[in-house]
């Protein structure tokens, strides 16, 4: 059964704080790993499509990177406006309709 | 550019009342559309699928049904509401024959009592 399990489920973090998030996924056969955000009350932004291991991808402080099992969302100095939930999915070849398994998200506060 | 709209944004009904949410799409044509369903300390969970008009699957057993009226419009719906149908409802929309990033609209907060 392909699956996704992110960690930690919430991270504090001090402005300018660098950390890392993980997503960890069990599927069959990638077809491709994708980073959401998600503010609250708000449907999730797109952030990244990542397609094979050794795959990079960066937008401002944040960069997204993907091996075989699986990915980190890395966050350079964050600032207090990055604060959200970070949501992982992928899509596997044997996926009916295209459909995007979610990981339950990691919950990012940071504070100045 | 492509926008997606979902109304209403927030929706109180009682146990037992019908309920019908739209979802519309701008800036492109034959979209795949999805219906997801986001509930507290959960992951969000598909609930139906479209790859054209009147083509709908269903990914779980459930208390709802959707419909594809026209291109670019997506309904939920149900007859008699659940108290176990409160959620987050997010409609989701990809390229034609793209089986790569979904894109989400701002969603509808359901709540049933």
């Known amino acids: 059964e392909d699956q996704v399990t992110q960690s930690p489920e919430a991270l504090r973090l001090q402005e300018g704080e660098s950390s890392s998030l993980n997503c960890s996924y069990t599927?069959?056969?990638?077809?491709?790993l994708f980073w959401y955000r998600q503010d609250p009350g708000k449907g999730p932004e797109f952030l990244f499509t990542?397609?094979?291991a050794g795959e990079e991808k960066e937008k401002e402080r944040l960069k997204a990177t993907l091996t075989k099992k699986e990915s980190f969302l890395h966050i350079t100095a964050p600032k207090p406006e990055d604060s959200a939930t970070y949501l992982c999915?992928?899509?596997?070849?044997?996926?009916?309709?295209?459909?995007?398994?979610f990981g339950k998200g990691t919950t990012l506060s940071v504070s100045s | 550019s492509q926008t997606i709209h979902q109304w209403p944004a927030t929706l109180v009904q009682p146990v037992g009342s019908p309920l019908s949410l739209e979802c519309t799409v701008e800036?492109?044509?034959?979209?795949?559309l999805y219906w997801y369903r986001q509930a507290a300390g959960r992951g969000l969970q598909l609930l139906f699928y479209?790859?054209?008009?009147?083509?709908i699957s269903s990914e779980v057993p459930q208390n709802l049904s959707a419909s594809r009226p026209q291109d670019r419009q997506f309904i939920l719906s149900s007859k008699k509401l659940l108290l176990s149908d409160s959620g987050f409802y997010l409609c989701?929309?990809?390229?034609?024959?793209?089986?790569?990033?979904?894109?989400f609209g701002p969603g509808t907060r359901l709540t049933v009592l």
């Open positions: 479209s790859v054209g008009i009147g083509q």
């Open positions: 999915a992928v899509q596997g070849f044997n996926q009916a309709g295209t459909a995007l398994i």
């Open positions: 990542l397609y094979s």
């Open positions: 800036g492109t044509s034959n979209p795949n």
């Open positions: 989701a929309w990809s390229a034609e024959s793209s089986y790569n990033e979904q894109f």
């Open positions: 599927v069959s056969g990638l077809r491709g």
